[in-house]
């Protein structure tokens, strides 16, 4: 009986060395981090669910949200969401699910995985070089500076994460960082970028959906705006518009190649939505498609009426401009059921003119396969426009902003004359023409809200855009008081991120305290 | 089996059979393999979730979309003559009518057009074998083992026709075909050892037990979901259409586990035993897979002691039964202690792969120490039974799943968090009345319980606390709930309805019921220019409001005109005070009948229900209750005014709290046995009938369908409309040879 007993304890001491080995299991249908990092295929599928992620529908929903509904280009469509109508109502609240910028850093954090792991991938797969590892960490870095440049445009002061998140003993409760020390980060990554990217991926869908060197380039440019920084934004958009293979598509022929068609030959980057795999269903919802023309969004009557603020038609002491531009009939119309104007651009396939001088709309079927043109030849030259009017070295200066507006009011005034210098002659009015121009030329690509608070910015004056949203807003005086804190126009910090956070802070306005004294 | 459930389009079927084979081969050695096969069919509603914007008090099951549906659309489709069709009516996509209104599904079609089916087939064969070393009629040292498998495969197929909603054909959501497989396999092993030692002297008797126990699972999954399928009757997956997803997963797991236990009595009246286990799962990391749970208990029975048998010979049962013991609880899922890559699609046509996870490399077992202390009670020969125990646990390393973390992480939440202590404690009473009246023909027992436990958080980690107890939103229909570190869990706190404004404007005298801002003696409050002060909601805050006549009034307890989260007040808590049941059976002849009814007394719930079907604020179909709301000045009524997508008449307030204690006929029982000497004849053994009510009604001041709502998210119970239960009979007959 001794004996029996002494097996059994053998056996059992035996079994306890060897079970903690038999208890190591790993999955079977995903790999381990301890497992991957080990090829060149690897190291690019995760630079991958970068831009992947990018053309999620919550982040493209917020470039357009944060980049364009609060500006006077939109209003109320046919039946908008709450949450889109209370940001346009100035009723943001920090339960808004706008104010959610979770997205955002999702993508931020497949870039700080990748630059993370993958270069000691090098060491490991012999067909991945230095060269090709530096190519795609400056695709990591454009990637990760364009999401900081949404969240520091949309929320100013963010926390700033540079490294990956990959297990919980980190901590998470990241302060914000300042909006200077974003720039700073954004302008380093894109620099570093720069050296680095390729100017060819030797693909068409590659050359407009990847970061390039003109991507990159166009994306310093809006990020030198910003930071008012005239003379380098200048010299980056020279550099892209030395490049001759980017040319401007025919006015006629923009609204089905750019937008329907896609990676046209005007596009410098664009985000590639397919049928199969990822949707832009943002598109379809806001500005509507075949099945429901009429999206949740729509152009405003106030801005069709001739006048001081309407983009078309516009019209101030002896200046006209744009009696006749294609884009006033392309890029929106009488909606179906007449009620407002209906958003085309994106929606449409193409759009004919009947011999009375209507016009009938062909609209896309609900596959929405759209991309979503984030920087363009136009985009660039309006850039580089509004940086030499705030330049203003001299009046070349303006002249030479007056000559680029010209280039892409013409294409789409085409029996109109070019506008003259006489009418604009100080920076002022160029300013203002610049504005106008780039509304009329890129009106519902997520970009009107942030072309005002570059102006707020310019001027330290939350009142300099009040003239522009004020026809927008029902007359409510505390609409009006609210937009004019310059806090105000900076989104607030989701309530349930502060709540888990204990090192965030609200942003001042969004306290509850009287933001009006 | 067939059962039909209480919405149509419910069916269960099932089908079960088993078999047992025992072998002999010696008195030492015997093997016995059993096997059991159960069949089920599971039709249920199809659930149309499709993720995107369902506000969290929308209820998706059918029953949440037909309160909700515009009661005047139909649910066939009327020819231009009015002539009923037999086609179901979906509002054309079209329409200008509200998105909320025009997507809603004909729900009725969804029940009976649209497939939710659940096949399951579960095959359970065991194998064991015992083998005596020793003469088991001397002593007994046994060893047994066995090994058990466990086959279970499940099958879902789910179709929804184009004939429930409106949406084109290229809408994912137009003839969508789901299909999902689900193999499963689990391997059990215990390999035992017992050993009753013989003592010479017959007071000690001692068992030893020890076993090694292992378990392994693996289960694979495969799902395919396609749209746009060219036909309502082909409804398989793979039919050529539109590929929404293609899914697979494997899991394997295992785990092991060593026991020895030993039970020892002295004069069968002190009783010892004690337990020690050694568990290992796959789903820790390093150094974290074991967990030592030891237990034990002690008994005393007193009434076995001759001084007790002397001095009170009418307690036939008096015990003790104090113990202690650890427990082990690990997540419910796999590979939590790695960071996984999944695939994540494709951009243009490079393949995308991400991080899935965060490491979970802090995660242990959590653990649960419980003491118990149990008497066991017995009068007159047992006629009077009771027992009643007392317990205290203690969770420390809560597991926590879905731990919020902030989203500049990249990532959501942490699946699994140890966070925090917990303690549970309860207490339970069971009486039982053998024969309370006993005549020659009739007989009469009775019996009766009542418990009530409480949770109560005694640590929790700090983030966590704070985003449970989240500031105020200021947003109508939400409870503030809060966790304290040592109160227990379920409290409601919200404003105070007080009725409806009677008027808009404030007159001196003749409209005194207006919404004006009052101090503590009730007199209006005016400003400087002698205007009174509305009364407001949310005072400078960004969705500042001011109210007016018809809207909600709520108590602005600290007098400041403003209606915010100072004048939060709580407004009860979800535990009852006590819960149980109660019943007697009454047995006459060959006859008996057993009634059981079970009670809660105390619980507070917030009807949501209620709520939805009363805010007048969406597009959503309401209650009978809304034609008394408010319409013109000087209505006096308790709903406020409709306020479309606008307005703060809806805030969490004890409007919607009630009281859900309750008083339920759970079930009644007849049966009737024929009586032996009749059936001899016949070589039947037993014989008998039965009939059972169930839920027969319930007594209850509770205005929503069923009081006896679960505790949602923070021991809160919440009430969104569940499914009533069914009140059924049961008629059956019991036949054994």
Redesign the interface.
């Known amino acids: 009986?001794k004996t029996?007993r002494h097996i059994?304890l053998i056996l059992?001491l035996l079994?306890?060395g060897a079970?903690?080995e038999?208890?190591?299991?790993?999955?079977?249908?995903?790999?381990?981090?301890?497992d991957?990092w080990q090829t060149e295929a690897?190291a690019?599928?995760?630079?991958?669910?970068g831009?992947?992620?990018l053309?999620l529908p919550a982040s493209v929903e917020r470039m357009f949200v944060w980049g364009e509904l609060r500006s006077d280009n939109v209003v109320e469509g046919?039946?908008i969401?709450?949450d889109l109508?209370r940001i346009m109502t100035v009723?943001?609240?920090?339960?808004n699910p706008f104010a959610?910028?979770?997205v955002f850093?999702?993508?931020?954090?497949?870039c700080?995985?990748f630059l993370y792991f993958a270069p000691d991938v090098v060491n490991k797969d012999q067909n991945f070089t230095e060269s090709k590892l530096h190519q795609m960490e400056a695709e990591a870095l454009a990637i990760r500076a364009f999401a900081y440049f949404y969240l520091v445009r949309a929320f100013r002061e963010?926390?700033l994460?540079l490294e990956?998140?990959?297990?919980?003993?980190?901590n998470?409760?990241?302060a914000k960082a300042t909006e200077r020390e974003i720039l700073d980060q954004i302008l380093k990554d894109l620099l570093q970028s720069k050296q680095m990217v390729r100017a060819d991926y030797g693909k068409g869908?590659?050359n407009k959906?990847?970061f390039t060197r003109n991507a990159v380039n166009a994306l310093l440019a809006d990020v030198y705006l910003w930071d008012q920084q005239y003379a380098n934004c200048v010299e980056v958009t020279n550099e892209i518009l030395a490049d001759k293979s980017l040319q401007l598509v025919d006015g006629e022929k923009v609204i089905n190649e750019v937008f329907y068609l896609g990676n046209s030959r005007e596009s410098i980057f664009e985000l590639?939505f397919d049928k199969?795999?990822?949707y832009n269903s943002t598109v379809d919802m806001l500005f509507g498609y075949a099945?429901?023309p009429n999206g949740q969004l729509s152009y405003p009557v106030y801005l069709t009426s001739d006048g001081n603020f309407s983009p078309f038609n516009y019209a101030a002491s002896a200046i006209k401009e744009s009696t006749e531009d294609i884009r006033e009939d392309h890029f929106y119309g009488k909606s179906v059921?007449g009620t407002g104007y209906s958003i085309y651009k994106y929606a449409l396939i193409q759009i004919t003119e009947n011999a009375d001088g209507t016009f009938t709309p062909r609209y896309r079927?609900?596959?929405t396969t759209t991309n979503w043109v984030v920087y363009r030849l136009s985009d660039i030259m309006l850039m580089k426009a509004e940086a030499l009017v705030q330049l203003n070295r001299n009046e070349q200066d303006l002249r030479n902003a007056l000559q680029l507006v010209n280039t892409t009011y013409l294409r789409s005034n085409e029996t109109a004359d070019s506008l003259n210098f006489i009418a604009y002659a100080n920076q002022g009015d160029m300013e203002k023409l610049v504005l106008r121009e780039r509304q009329r030329e890129l009106m519902f690509e997520g970009k009107r809200w942030f072309d005002l608070m570059r102006v707020v910015r310019r001027k330290n004056d939350p009142t300099a855009i009040l003239a522009y949203l004020s026809p927008k807003l029902s007359g409510d005086n505390?609409q009006l008081k609210?937009l004019s804190v310059m806090d105000g126009l900076y989104f607030p910090v989701?309530?349930?991120?502060l709540?888990?956070?204990?090192n965030?802070i609200q942003n001042p306005?969004?306290e509850?305290?009287?933001?009006?004294n | 089996m067939n059962q039909n459930g209480t919405v149509i389009g419910q069916l269960f079927n099932r089908l079960s059979s088993r078999a047992y084979l025992e072998y002999r081969v010696s008195d030492r050695l015997k093997f016995t393999s059993e096997l059991s096969f159960t069949y089920s069919k599971n039709q249920r509603n199809y659930v149309y979730d499709f993720g995107n914007g369902n506000s969290p008090n929308e209820d998706l099951s059918i029953l949440g979309i037909a309160y909700r549906k515009m009661p005047n659309v139909s649910i066939f489709r009327h020819t231009l003559e009015g002539e009923k069709t037999n086609e179901y009516y979906n509002i054309p996509e079209t329409s200008r009518l509200h998105s909320d209104q025009k997507y809603l599904v004909n729900p009725v079609a969804l029940a009976l057009q649209a497939k939710n089916e659940l096949k399951n087939y579960r095959i359970l064969p065991t194998f064991r074998l015992q083998y005596d070393f020793l003469d088991p009629n001397e002593q007994t040292l046994r060893y047994g083992m066995y090994v058990s498998f466990d086959i279970n495969n499940d099958k879902t197929t789910k179709f929804l026709p184009s004939t429930v909603n409106n949406y084109g054909w290229s809408d994912s959501r137009f003839n969508r075909a789901d299909a999902g497989d689900n193999e499963a396999i689990t391997i059990q092993t215990d390999n035992n050892l017992l050993w009753l030692p013989k003592f010479d002297n017959p007071d000690h008797s001692l068992t030893l037990y020890g076993s090694v126990q292992t378990t392994e699972g693996r289960s694979t999954y495969q799902g395919i979901v396609s749209y746009s399928l060219p036909s309502g009757t082909a409804s398989d997956p793979s039919t050529p259409a539109y590929l929404a997803d293609e899914f697979t997963s494997r899991a394997h797991w295992r785990a092991i586990g060593f026991m020895a236990r030993t039970h020892y009595s002295y004069k069968s009246r002190y009783i010892f035993s004690a337990t020690m286990r050694r568990d290992g799962s796959t789903k820790f990391g390093d150094g974290m897979k074991f967990g030592n749970f030891p237990g034990i208990s002690l008994k005393w029975i007193v009434s076995d002691e001759a001084f007790m048998k002397a001095k009170f010979p009418w307690i036939s049962m008096l015990a003790l039964r104090p113990g202690w013991g650890l427990a082990g609880n690990q997540p419910s899922y796999e590979y939590l202690h790695f960071s996984r890559y999944g695939d994540f699609g494709s951009y243009i046509d490079m393949t995308s792969q991400r991080p899935v996870s965060l490491q979970l490399k802090g995660l242990k077992w959590e653990t649960t120490s419980s003491f118990n202390y149990g008497l066991d009670l017995g009068f007159f020969d047992d006629k009077l039974q009771a027992d009643i125990n007392v317990y205290t646990k203690r969770t420390r390393d809560l597991l926590f799943r879905n731990v919020k973390i902030p989203n500049s992480s990249g990532f959501g939440v942490l699946t699994y968090q140890n966070a925090g202590i917990m303690d549970n404690n309860g207490w339970e009473i069971n009486l039982f009345a053998n024969q309370l009246y006993k005549s020659k023909n009739l007989s009469i027992d009775f019996r009766f319980n009542i418990a009530n436990s409480v949770n109560r958080i005694v640590e929790l980690k700090e983030s966590i606390l704070n985003g449970i107890n989240t500031e105020y939103d200021y947003e109508n229909g939400t409870y503030l709930t809060r966790i304290q570190e040592g109160n227990s869990f379920g409290s409601i706190y919200g404003f105070r309805y007080k009725g409806v404004y009677k008027y808009d404007t404030y007159k001196p005298g003749t409209q005194e019921d207006a919404p004006v801002a009052r101090n503590k003696d009730g007199n209006v409050i005016m400003d400087e220019l002698g205007e009174p002060l509305p009364m407001v909601f949310a005072h400078s805050r960004t969705n500042q409001y001011e109210f007016r006549g018809g809207d909600a009034k709520y108590e602005d307890i600290n007098n400041d005109g403003s209606i915010d989260e100072l004048d939060i007040v709580y407004l009860g808590n979800s535990n009852p005070l006590f819960n149980g049941g109660f019943g007697p059976t009454f047995r006459f002849k060959n006859f008996s009948f057993t009634a059981f009814f079970n009670y809660r007394v105390g619980n507070k719930i917030v009807n949501a229900a209620r709520m939805m079907a009363e805010n007048m604020h969406s597009t959503n179909n309401q209650s009978i209750a809304v034609n008394y709301r408010w319409r013109k000045d000087g209505d006096e009524t308790t709903i406020p005014r409709a306020l479309y997508n606008y307005g703060y008449n809806w805030l969490g307030s004890d409007r919607f709290v009630e009281d859900g204690s309750f008083l339920r006929f759970k079930y009644l029982t007849f049966n009737y046995s024929v009586p032996k000497e009749k059936l001899k004849a016949l070589h039947i053994d037993r014989l008998s009938f039965y009939l059972t009510f169930n839920n027969l009604f319930v007594l209850s001041s509770y205005t929503g369908v069923d009081p006896e709502v679960g505790f949602g998210e923070l021991g809160v119970s919440k009430d969104f409309g569940q499914t009533p239960r069914s009140k059924d009979m049961t008629l059956g007959i019991t036949l054994g040879l």
């Open positions: 009986m029996i059994v059992s079994s306890i079970c903690t038999w208890l190591d299991l790993r999955p079977e249908s995903e790999i381990v981090l301890e991957y690897q690019s599928s995760v630079l991958s669910a831009y992947r992620a053309t046919d039946v969401l709450l109508l009723n943001i609240t920090p339960t959610n910028w979770g850093y999702e993508i931020i954090n497949y700080n995985t963010v926390p994460v990956p998140s990959i297990d919980d003993l980190q998470y409760d990241q869908a590659y959906g990847r590639q199969d795999i990822q099945g429901v059921n079927t609900s596959a505390m609210k989701l309530k349930s991120e709540d888990i956070n204990a965030l306005f969004y509850n305290e009287n933001f009006m």
